[in-house]
């Protein structure tokens, strides 16, 4: 490992590092940077200044960087390389054994035999070996009181071999010898000896050089200010010096994120906390206590947990529509008002949770027989009881469709018969209409309670505030409607000043950063204040919406009416219920039709073809014999004029002799306007 205090580049001191000694803490010294060096590195971003403190925690090798020594290529091989490595021998001659063999891998019986030369003769026990001459290690032996020898297999002089015992401190000139021995890029990676070995492929086909192989490690650090663990590494120009003695008492600030602070252990509250990042410019709440959480201020968290809430609105009126986000602690006290429902389909949304519906009629609905509509009219009182598929006439057919069975019922006098006026309707559910709930119960409720019958949404009225609140901002509305009830996962905090005055964070809704500090809690010891938790939070239109659309959409859209066709007979169908009078006015208008100065135009005769040639001189009048003057019979009072089609389609001609050639079409057109006139009277 590196020198303590000594700078070394990232990539030696990561190489030469035992990762029994970690962490170590490091120190950035210098490096190349281009306003400060950045790294992209798989999806997670690195950034290393000069005097950068950075805790090594892991290390974990990811590839093998090879330089062929005599070509200067460098490459990568991965861990999963299946290819064998041979030791090239060194160059510089080892001064004892012990020092040849200390450089062997470790289990070193695992990696015997090898063999090496002595330039100089060498004598054992009764054996002299000369110089040149080959010695392969066989195995070690170790002796008591003795020191350590190696078993050794010497050549003589004539070629013959022996078996000695040759001593770790044998003094000398030892060169290596060229081994047949081969070693995986794994054995090679995991033996510090051996990585700092040369070798050659022993298949040469990649390239035949000496190789230098360097190890790839992945850094697993904690940096200051950053959230999550920072990975990078080991091959950036850097340099970089071991300061863990000196940095013992350093502590790393880890911000937090509101749901990593959700998720630490229940003993870990009451603690303070330090914003380090505030909620954003635009925020969900108009809550008193939101301006205050700015970076750089501290809260006091006491406690996690998830509170059931639900949402509640203002009903629309002069007043601008308010959004509210109301626990179900809320100490107020609430009475149902009726609902309004503009739809059956909104029945039926309301059958699903209230299994007892009873609703009246504000407005009449016409029969409509081609979409199966029943008439329905003011005061009638549906008693809901169940969604059936029903037979009804469509179009002069039969379909089935989805619809409400309701029973029917009408204000009775005393002398009528109850069963005469109740009767079983079967309502489509893509019929629209107007009905308001009848209520029966008059009590006060819990909002919990409310919320526990499952009949949301709910128009209700708070008769009694929360006493724990100073205000409370639900009072004074005229109605309020329960939308939908949700469990949120919250903090609930307050501020040092006003330790005792807490509130809920809800975590989905806000994104902040904290650290978590040993500042004291501001009460004494053993003595936490009585809470009173803030249950009502005012939430602006935008958190509504999004409420809204993360828990409606799943709902089906409601069912569409059949598609109406255009009916093309033009004789008038007749309906009950119309007057004496009514039919009069639409035969007056049919008539009207009949007597538009336009109608001609429908009977106009096709046009005379064109002529092949076209002269520029107006066309002669054939002269003609005058008729005798066409009369109309004038239009009673409060009569219709009705024409005689042969009076009608008389040809008026031109007259020679006459001043006027048109007079009998002016007078025609006279008697219509009266017509008109006499239509508009009735």
């Given amino acids: 490992m590196a020198t303590v205090g000594a700078s070394a580049s990232l990539q030696e001191f ?4 035992d990762e029994t000694c970690l962490p170590r803490i490091l120190q950035v010294c210098s490096g190349v940077y281009f306003q400060g060096s950045v790294y ?23 590839a093998v960087h090879c330089e062929d020594i005599s070509t200067k290529e460098k490459f990568e091989l991965p861990l999963t390389h299946t290819g064998l490595f041979k030791l090239v021998p060194e160059e510089m001659p080892y001064n004892t054994v ?18 090496f030369t002595s330039r100089c003769e060498l004598t054992f026990e009764n054996f002299t070996l000369g110089a040149g001459r080959r010695v392969t290690i066989l195995s070690m032996e170790e002796r008591e009181g003795q020191e350590t020898h190696v078993r050794s297999l010497v050549q003589g002089q004539q070629g013959s071999t022996a078996e000695v015992l040759v001593p770790l401190t044998c003094r000398g000139e030892f060169y290596e010898c060229d081994s047949d021995q081969c ?19 022993c298949k040469t086909t990649m390239c035949g050089g000496p190789l230098v192989l360097s190890p790839i490690y992945q850094v697993h650090a904690i940096m200051h200010l950053r959230k999550d663990i920072v990975k990078f590494p080991s091959t950036l120009e850097v340099d970089v010096m071991d300061v863990t003695e000196q940095s013992q008492s350093l502590t790393f600030v880890s911000p937090f994120t509101l749901s990593e602070v959700h998720s630490q252990p ?27 959480l700015r970076k750089g201020s501290h809260l006091v968290l006491h406690r996690r947990g998830t509170s059931p809430m639900v949402l509640a609105t203002s009903l629309k009126g002069r007043r601008a529509q ?48 081609e979409e199966g509509i029943p008439a329905l009219s003011v005061g009638e009182q549906l008693a809901v009881l169940r969604v059936a598929k029903v037979k009804l006439a469509c179009k002069d057919q039969m379909k089935t469709v989805e619809a409400l069975i309701c029973k029917r019922s009408t204000e ?39 919320c526990q019958s499952k009949a949301l949404p709910l128009d209700v009225k708070v008769v009694n505030r929360d006493a724990g609140m100073e205000t409370d901002p639900l009072m004074g509305f005229p109605s309020l409607r329960l939308e939908e009830a949700t469990l949120e996962p919250t903090i609930e905090a307050s501020l040092p000043g006003s330790p005792g005055q807490t509130f809920e964070i809800p975590i989905r809704w806000l994104n902040m950063s904290l650290s978590f500090t040993s500042d004291p809690l501001p009460w004494p010891s053993g003595e936490p204040p009585t809470c009173h938790l803030e249950t009502v939070k005012e939430v602006t239109d935008s958190f509504y919406y999004e409420f809204r659309r993360l828990t409606t959409s799943d709902e089906p859209p409601p069912p569409r009416p059949p598609k109406r066709i255009p009916v093309l007979d033009s004789k008038p169908s007749k309906k009950k219920g119309k007057s004496r009078s009514g039919e009069k006015a639409s035969s007056a208008t049919k008539d009207m039709g009949k007597l538009s100065l336009d109608s001609d135009k429908q009977k106009r005769p096709p046009a005379h073809p064109l002529p092949d040639k076209l002269s ?26 009705k024409v005689d089609k042969q009076k009608k389609n008389v040809d008026v001609f031109a007259d020679i002799d006459s001043d006027h050639d048109y007079e009998s079409m002016e007078e025609y057109a006279h008697e219509v306007k009266k017509a008109q006139g006499s239509v508009m009277f009735l």
């Fill in 616 to 641: 520029e001189s107006p066309p002669r009048l054939n002269p003609r014999k005058p008729l005798k003057a066409a009369t109309t019979g004038k239009a009673k009072p409060n009569t219709y004029v």
């Fill in 14 to 17: 990561i190489a030469s590092l």
């Fill in 322 to 369: 308010q959004f509210f986000l109301v626990s179900q602690n809320y100490g107020g006290r609430l009475r149902r008002r009726p609902r309004e429902f503009s739809s059956v389909y909104e029945l039926y949304i309301a059958l699903t949770h209230t299994p007892s519906l009873l609703v009246s009629v504000t407005r009449h609905c016409e029969e409509v027989e």
């Fill in 183 to 201: 070693y995986t890029l794994q054995e090679i990676m995991s033996s510090p000896h051996l990585c700092s070995r040369r070798f050659r492929f």
């Fill in 266 to 292: 229940e003993d870990t509250f009451p603690t303070m906390a330090e914003i380090l990042e505030g909620p954003e410019t635009q925020p969900l709440f108009l809550c008193s206590w939101l301006p205050e």
């Fill in 40 to 62: 992209e590195l798989s999806g997670s971003e690195v950034c290393l200044s000069t005097g950068d403190i950075v805790k090594i925690i892991r290390i974990h090798l990811l």
């Fill in 412 to 450: 009775m006098d005393e002398d009528e018969d109850e069963e005469d006026e109740i009767e079983e309707v079967s309502l489509p559910l893509y019929m629209q209409g107007h009905f308001v709930e009848k209520i029966t119960d008059n009590k006060k409720n819990k909002l919990a309670d409310l």
């Fill in 98 to 115: 012990e020092e040849m063999v200390s450089l062997r891998p470790e289990g070193l019986n695992s990696c015997l035999p090898f063999t």
